[in-house]
C-alpha cells in the first residue's frame, strides 16, 4: 500500500484534497448533524458526532472498494429500504431532543460522548447517499495503470474521511462551545438540534 501511494501523482493528491475540501464546506447532513450535536450536548458530543460520522465515511469507502455499493444502483429497494431506516432513525432522534429537557450539567459525560459518536455513526451509514457519492466521486481520481483500482479508492478514501473528521471535529467544538456560553438557551438548543435532525429526515426521504 505505501508503494501504491508514493507511486500516485503528486497533482492528484492535491485535486483530490482541493475538491475535498470545497466538499466539507459545503453544508449538508453530516455538517448539519455535528453542529446540532455539538449544541445539544456540548463540544465534547460535537467531536464524538464528527467521530462517528467519519468511522461511517470510512464505512463506505469500504464497501465501495469491494464493490457492495453497486448493489444500491441494481436494486433500487435496497437503496429505498436503507433511506427510509436512516429517515426514521433521525426522526427518533428529533423526538428525544425535542422531548428531552435534562440539563446539560446534569447529563453523564462519557455516556453523552459515546451516544453522540454511536448516533454520528448511524446517520451516517444509513444514508445511502453517501455511498453511492464515495462510489462515484473516487474513481474518478483512480488510475488503473497505476495499480489495483479498489486499493486507491481505499487509499483516497481513508484521507477523504481524515479530512473529513478533522472538519468537523472543529465545527462540532465550536458548535458545542457557543452553546455553553449561552447557557439561559439551553433548553433551546435541544429544540434547535431537533428541528435540525427532523429536517434532515425529511430530506433524505424525500430526495
Not at 39 to 52: K, L, T, W
Not at 97 to 106: A, G, I, K, L, V
Not at 133 to 149: C, H, M, T, Y
Request: net charge positive; glycine share 12%; aromatic share 12%.
Amino acid at each position: 500500500m505505501i508503494e501504491l501511494a508514493l507511486s500516485i501523482p503528486v497533482i492528484t493528491y492535491v485535486t483530490f484534497m482541493g475538491a475535498a475540501v470545497l466538499l466539507y464546506l459545503t453544508p449538508g447532513a453530516d455538517m448539519m448533524f455535528t453542529i446540532a450535536s455539538g449544541m445539544r450536548g456540548g463540544a465534547a458530543s460535537g467531536i464524538a458526532a464528527a467521530g462517528g460520522i467519519g468511522l461511517g465515511v470510512m464505512g463506505h469507502v469500504v464497501i465501495a472498494a469491494g464493490g457492495l455499493a453497486v448493489l444500491l444502483l441494481t436494486y433500487p429497494i435496497a437503496y429505498d429500504a436503507l433511506r427510509y431506516a436512516g429517515a426514521a432513525y433521525l426522526l427518533w432522534l428529533a423526538w428525544h431532543s425535542w422531548t428531552d429537557t435534562t440539563p446539560p450539567e446534569q447529563r453523564e459525560g462519557r455516556r453523552d460522548i459515546w451516544r453522540a459518536f454511536r448516533r454520528g455513526f448511524l446517520t451516517n451509514i444509513l444514508n445511502p447517499k453517501v455511498g453511492l457519492f464515495v462510489l462515484a466521486f473516487l474513481p474518478q481520481f483512480a488510475d488503473p495503470a497505476i495499480g489495483p483500482v479498489w486499493q486507491q479508492i481505499l487509499l483516497l478514501g481513508t484521507l477523504l474521511a481524515i479530512g473529513e473528521l478533522a472538519t468537523y471535529c472543529v465545527l462540532g467544538a465550536f458548535a458545542g462551545l457557543a452553546a455553553t456560553r449561552i447557557k439561559r438557551a439551553s433548553r433551546w438548543m435541544g429544540k434547535l438540534s431537533a428541528i435540525v435532525f427532523g429536517g434532515l429526515a425529511v430530506r433524505l426521504a424525500w430526495n
